[in-house]
C-alpha cells in the first residue's frame, strides 16, 4: 500500500489533488491534513467535511496555540516585516508543513503533495520544511506540474464528483490565518489597479470607522505582548481581541508592491490587523528602552530575518543566530504601550518600562541637573572636519 499525505485546505486545488492522487500517482491510501492557524473555523469544517465526502482519512490538527506562541511572538520581537509586509502568510506556512511531516510520520507516509503553484512563494516555504524534517519522502505538486486552467479543474472536478462549492463565483485567492489575510487574484495584482472594497473583511474602512477613538493599553514582558488593558491574557486571546479592535477601527490594510522570492514584482493587499497594531507597540517600547546604536543594529538584524521568514528558511542557523541576539534585547523589553485607534491609524500616545532610558530630570527644560554651561566645549569642535572641508571647498 502507498500512502500520500495531503495539506489539504479545502479548496478547488488541493480537493482535485484528491482524485489525481489515486488515478495518476498510484496511491491507494490518501491521508489529508488541515491545519488550524485561525483560518476561520467554517473553513477549518468545510475542509473535513469535503474530505469525508471525498473517502480520504482526515486529520484536523488545531495548531493555533502554537502558532501564537512559537511563530507571531518571535515575528512581534523581530518587528517581522518585508517591504512593509507583515509576514503573515510566510510564517504560517513553515508550521502548517511541520504539522504535515508529524501526521506522515504518524501514518507512515511515502510522500507528500501540497496544491501550491509553481509562481508563488509557498512552494519553496512548505518544500523546504520538508525536505529538512522529512528528506526521505517524496514531495508531489500537481499545480505546478499540471499547469491547469482554473476552468480545467472545475471541469476536471465535476467529471470526479469533487464538490466545488463557491469555485465559479470566486474572483480572489484568499489566505488566512489569525495573523492576517491575503487577497490576490483577479486584477489585483496590477500595481495600478484600486482595490475594490469588497476584498476587505476584517478591517472596515477607515471612513466609515466609529468617530469616536478608542485608546488601548497593551502590556509587554520579554517583548511579547501579555495583557490588554490591564488584563492577563493568553496569546491567541491577546491577538484576536487586538485583531479585532484594530479592525473595527479601518487599522490594518496593507498595499505594497512585493519582490517574490523568484523575482517577480506583484502587487500584494493584506489586512493585518493584529500585526500592524501590536508591532507599533513593540517598536514605540524598543525605543524607549533600548540604546540608540542597539535600534541602528536591530534594524539590521529584523530586516534579515524578516527576509528569512519571508524565504520560509524557518529553520536556517543565521535565523537562530539572529534570534539569540533579538532574545538578548527582549529581556529589557517590558512595560506598557498606549494606542489610539482611530479612523485607520494605531498611534502611540504614550509608553512607560522600568528599563526605559529616559530622566526626566535630565531632559526636562525645568530643571538645572543638566548643566548647559558645560556644553560650549563640544558645541565648538562639532563638525570640524566639515568645517575644514567647506573652507578648502571655497
Ligand atoms: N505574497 C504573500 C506571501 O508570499 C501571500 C501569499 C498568499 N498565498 C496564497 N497561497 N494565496 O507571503
Redesign the pocket.
Known sequence: MKTVVLVYSGGLDTSVCIPMMREDYGFDRVVTVTIDVGQPAEDVQIAADKAKALGTEHYTVDAKDEFAREYIFPAIKANGDYQGYPLS??IARPLISLKAVEVAKKVKGDAFCHGCTGK???QFRIEFVMRTMAPELDIIAPMREKNMTRIEEIEYAKSRNVPIGQSLEKIW?I?ENMWGR?I?GGRLEEPDYFPPEEIFQWTVNPQDAPNTPEEIAIGFENGVPVSLNGQMMQPVELIYKVKDISGKHGVGRVDVM?DRMLGLKVR?NYECPAAVTLIAAHKALEALVCTKEELAFKAMVDRKWGELAYQGLWFDPLKEDLEAFINKIQERVNGVVHLRMYKGSATVIGRSSESALYSEDLASFDSKTFVQSEMTGSVKVHGLQSRMYWQLKK
Open positions: 502568510t510566510a508563488g512563494n509557498d485567492s489566505d491575503s490576490e512585493e500584494e
